[in-house]
C-alpha cells in the first residue's frame, strides 16, 4: 500500500502540466541528442544542465528534465547505429551488428521499429523495477557507516572505467586526477587553503558543472574541430515505415530476458548500459546458436541489445538514488544536479524528499509512452536530423556552454576553467584516458575523504576498523574483483568492431 500511495504522490506531481511540458520536451530533446553519433546521453545531460539553472527550475523539474534527456538518448542511439552503422552513443554499439544489416537488406523501418519496441519495453520494466527495488535497497543502506560507504566509494572508482576503458591503469590514473582535482579548495576540517596556488577563485574549490560542461560538451567540440565534422552530416532516405508484428511477436521473450538482464547490469555500479548491451547480445547469440544467423540482420540481435541498454539505464538510477553513488557515467552527472540543488542522495531522499523521488519515477513511466509514440511515427522526424551541418551544431553547443555557465557561477574566471576542462578532456580523449573517473572523484572526493576521517576517529587510527563489518568486506572483495576481473576478461568482453565510415557502402542511401 506504501507503494500505491507514493505513486498516488508521484503521479499528482508528474501530471501538473509544467512537469509533463519538461518530461515530453527532454524526451524530444533526448532522441536528437542520441541519434546524434558521438554525442550520448552523458553530453546531452551536461549540456542541458546550465540551462537547468539559467530557468530556475526547483529539484523535481529539473530530474525529471534531465533523466528525460538521459532516457530519450538511449533510445535515440540506435537511429544512427541502424542507418549509418554509427553508434550513437557507446551502448548503441551493439546494435550496429544486426540493424545495419537489416537496414542494408532493406528492413530499415522494420529494425527502428522493432528498436523502439525493445527500448520502450527494457525502459519500462527498468522504471518498474526501480520503483519496487529503490525503496527496499534504501532501507538497507541505514546499516552503512563511514567505514562502509568508504568501501562502496572505492567500489565505485574501481568498477566505473572497468569494462568501459581499455586499459585499468589509465582509469586509475583518471580516478586519482579526480581526487586531486576534489582536494583543490579549504580543507573541511582545518580550513586551510589546499592546491589553492594562492588563487582566491579556487579557495572554494573546482565547481563540478564546470568540469563536467568542459569535459563532456566543449571537448566534444575540439574533437568536432580536428575531425571537420567528418562523418556528421550524411544524407539518408528511408522508405515507408511499417509495424512488423510477427517480427515483435516472435522477439517477446528476447525482450524480457534482455530487460532483465541489463536491469542487473545496470544496478551494479559501474556496470552500466554498454555491459548491458553486450551481456544480452551474447546471451541470446548464444541461446540462438551458429544457426540463428546473428550478425547477418536478424530482429533478435536488434531487440536484445535495445532492451538490455534502456533496461540498464534504468538499473543505473537505483544505486545514484538510494546510495548516492552513480550507476554510470550519466547518473554521475545527474548526481551533480542533485548535490548543487542541495538534495543528499542516498537512504534519507525516500524520507526526505518523497515528491522529489516519486515525481521522478512517475514521470518516468509516463516518459516511456512519450518515448514509443516518438520514436515509432515521427523516427523519419529525428532521421532529418542526423543531416545538421556541424557548421550550425557547434556554434550553438558552444553558445549554451559559456551562457549557461555564466548564468550560473557568474564568474568570468569559471568560464576560463570550463575552456581548460574541455582541452583536457580532448587531450584525454586523444590519449584513451576515461573521463568519467575524473567526474566521479570530483563528485565523491570530498565524501570519501570525510568518511576515511570519519571512520578513523571513531576507530582511533586503527585501519583494521575499515574491514570490521561483513558489508565493508563484501565491498572491498567485489571493488578488487571489479577492478583487476577486466583485465582478465578483455579478450572475452570487448567491443564490437564497427566499420569505418570510409567505406563506400556507408555513404549510400538507404532507399
Known amino acids: 500500500m506504501d507503494i500505491l500511495s507514493n505513486l498516488a504522490l508521484g503521479f499528482s506531481v508528474a501530471l501538473s502540466p509544467w512537469t509533463l511540458m519538461l518530461a515530453i520536451l527532454g524526451c524530444f530533446i533526448g532522441t536528437i541528442v542520441g541519434a546524434l553519433p558521438g554525442l550520448g546521453p552523458s553530453n546531452g545531460v551536461a549540456l542541458l544542465i546550465p540551462i537547468t539553472f539559467s530557468l530556475g527550475l526547483d529539484a523535481t523539474a529539473a530530474l525529471v528534465l534531465l533523466t528525460a534527456v538521459y532516457y530519450g538518448a538511449m533510445y535515440g542511439g540506435r537511429i544512427s547505429s541502424i542507418l549509418l552503422n554509427i553508434p550513437g552513443d557507446e551502448p548503441a554499439m551493439m546494435t550496429c551488428l544486426d540493424g545495419y544489416p537489416m537496414a542494408r537488406n532493406g528492413r530499415a523501418g522494420d529494425a527502428l521499429v522493432i528498436s523502439g519496441v525493445a527500448s520502450f519495453v527494457g525502459a519500462l520494466l527498468a522504471t518498474i523495477a526501480l520503483l519496487l527495488i529503490a525503496p527496499m535497497l534504501a532501507r538497507v543502506a541505514y546499516l552503512f557507516g563511514p567505514a562502509e560507504y568508504f568501501a562502496l566509494y572505492l567500489l565505485a572508482f574501481s568498477t566505473l572505467g572497468g ?276 567526474i566521479l572523484g570530483i563528485l565523491l572526493g570530498n565524501a570519501m575523504e570525510d568518511n576515511l576521517r570519519r571512520a578513523m576517529i571513531l576507530s582511533d587510527g586503527d585501519v583494521s576498523f575499515l574491514f570490521s563489518s561483513g558489508i565493508s568486506i563484501g565491498l572491498w572483495a567485489a571493488a578488487i574483483l571489479g577492478f583487476v576481473a577486466p583485465i582478465f576478461l578483455r579478450r572475452v568482453i570487448r567491443k564490437p568492431v564497427v566499420p569505418p565510415m570510409e567505406t563506400p557502402d556507408h555513404a549510400k542511401p538507404i532507399d
Request: aromatic fraction near 8%; glycine fraction near 14%; charge should be positive.
Open 163 to 438: 569494462i568501459a576503458s581499455k586499459n585499468q591503469a589509465k582509469a586509475a590514473l583518471a580516478s586519482a586526477i579526480g581526487l586531486g582535482i576534489a582536494m583543490i579548495g579549504l580543507d573541511n576540517q582545518t580550513g586551510l587553503p589546499r592546491f589553492t596556488g594562492g588563487n582566491l577563485h579556487l579557495f572554494d574549490g573546482i565547481d563540478f558543472l564546470v568540469a563536467i560542461v568542459g569535459l563532456f560538451a566543449v571537448s566534444e567540440v575540439f574533437v568536432f574541430i580536428e575531425s571537420h565534422g567528418k562523418g556528421s552530416a550524411l544524407g539518408v532516405k528511408l522508405g515507408k515505415v511499417t509495424v512488423p508484428w510477427r517480427d515483435l511477436w516472435d522477439t517477446k521473450w528476447t525482450m524480457l530476458r534482455s530487460s532483465t538482464l541489463g536491469f542487473v547490469a545496470g544496478v551494479l555500479p559501474g556496470a552500466g548500459a554498454s555491459l548491458g548491451s553486450f551481456l544480452t547480445y551474447m546471451m541470446e547469440k548464444s541461446i540462438g546458436g551458429d544457426k540463428a544467423g546473428f550478425g547477418t540482420g536478424v530482429p533478435k540481435g536488434v531487440a536484445a541489445p535495445e532492451a538490455g541498454n534502456n533496461s540498464a539505464a534504468g538499473g543505473a538510477l537505483v544505486p545514484m538514488l538510494t546510495l548516492g553513488v552513480p550507476g554510470s557515467g550519466t547518473t554521475a552527472v545527474l548526481l551533480a544536479v542533485l548535490m548543487t540543488l542541495n538534495i543528499t542522495p542516498g537512504p534519507t531522499l525516500f524520507a526526505d524528499r518523497p515528491e522529489v523521488v516519486w515525481g521522478l519515477i512517475a514521470s518516468l513511466l509516463i516518459a516511456n509512452f512519450v518515448l514509443l509514440a516518438m520514436n515509432v511515427p515521427m523516427v523519419k522526424v529525428f532521421v532529418k536530423i542526423l543531416m545538421v551541418p556541424p557548421a550550425l551544431l557547434l556554434p550553438g553547443v558552444m553558445m549554451v556552454s559559456f551562457v549557461g555557465i555564466y548564468s550560473l557561477t557568474g564568474s568570468y574566471f569559471d568560464l576560463l576553467l570550463m575552456i581548460g576542462f574541455g582541452v583536457m578532456g580532448w587531450l584525454f580523449r586523444k590519449l584513451d584516458i576515461p573521463t568519467v573517473p575524473i
